[in-house]
T-cell receptor, first 114, second 112 residues
Framework: DTAVSQTPKYLVTQMGNDKSIKCEQN?????MYWYKQDSKKFLKIMFS???????INETVPNRFSPKSPDKAHLNLHINSLELGDSAVYFC?????????????FGEGSWLTVV | KQEVTQIPAALSVPEGENLVLNCSFT??????LQWFRQDPGKGLTSLLL?????REQTSGRLNASLDKSSGRSTLYIAASQPGDSATYLC???????????FGEGTQLTVNP
């Protein structure tokens, strides 16, 4: 069973479109994350939710909006897509926020904006 | 602001060689440091997690050390195999506890 699963794995879309990436974890974890890996393979955190509440909100454009309907799901909505949004987006989860919690990553969603 | 640097950016070695990957971080106020492996087209797999109070962790052929005061960690891979070929990422968990700051990774190729 996949612990952290994201869909879709690949997404090619045109500039200006609105798209969503879904994430689900079946580990019973309280905390979920979205990370972005750019073309230089540099991973940076975007958002973190703990029990459906936003606890980390990095400086990302307002076009990016996370939504957590329950603690097992954290979806990422992106409005008015731009070329620079092309990247790999990783969802992750951990038992809870805080010290020493191993973070488990999904396999990534490759977004290409054309 | 925490910054994590990994050296070298890429490394190619023959099979069987022992090797060391380096990671440095600018703010020593960390809770832990993790080493991850990333295969092409795949997510990240956690290899080793070292708490800030620990000096090293071992798993099989992997040994990770942490010198928090100097802001350094190393990942030692013994008797490397072609299956070890991947990108290795170092990440520190900051005092807020929730955020991982990553280095840019070392791309390792082990040649048969």
């Amino acid at each position: 069973d996949t612990a952290v699963s994201q869909t879709p794995k690949y997404l090619v879309t045109q500039m200006g479109n609105d798209k969503s990436i879904k994430c689900e974890q079946n580990l019973g974890h309280d905390t979920m994350y979205w990370y972005k890996q750019d073309s230089k393979k540099f991973l940076k955190i975007m958002f973190s939710y703990n029990n459906k509440e936003l606890i980390i909100n990095e400086t990302v454009p307002n076009r990016f909006s996370p939504k957590s309907p329950d603690k097992a799901h954290l979806n990422l909505h992106i409005n008015s897509l731009e070329l620079g949004d092309s990247a790999v987006y990783f969802c992750a989860s951990s038992q809870r926020a805080g010290i020493g919690n191993t973070i488990y990553f999904g396999e990534g969603s490759w977004l290409t904006v054309v | 602001k925490q910054e994590v640097t990994q050296i070298p950016a890429a490394l190619s070695v023959p099979e069987g060689e022992n090797l060391v990957l380096n990671c440095s971080f600018t703010d020593s106020a960390i809770y832990n440091l993790q080493w991850f492996r990333q295969d092409p087209g795949k997510g990240l797999t956690s290899l080793l997690l070292i708490q800030s109070s620990q000096r090293e962790q071992t798993s099989g052929r992997l040994n990770a050390s942490l010198d928090k005061s100097s802001g350094r960690s190393t990942l030692y891979i013994a008797a490397s195999q072609p299956g070890d070929s991947a990108t290795y990422l170092c990440a520190v968990q900051e005092t807020s506890g929730s955020r991982l700051t990553f280095g840019e990774g070392t791309q390792l190729t082990v040649n048969p």
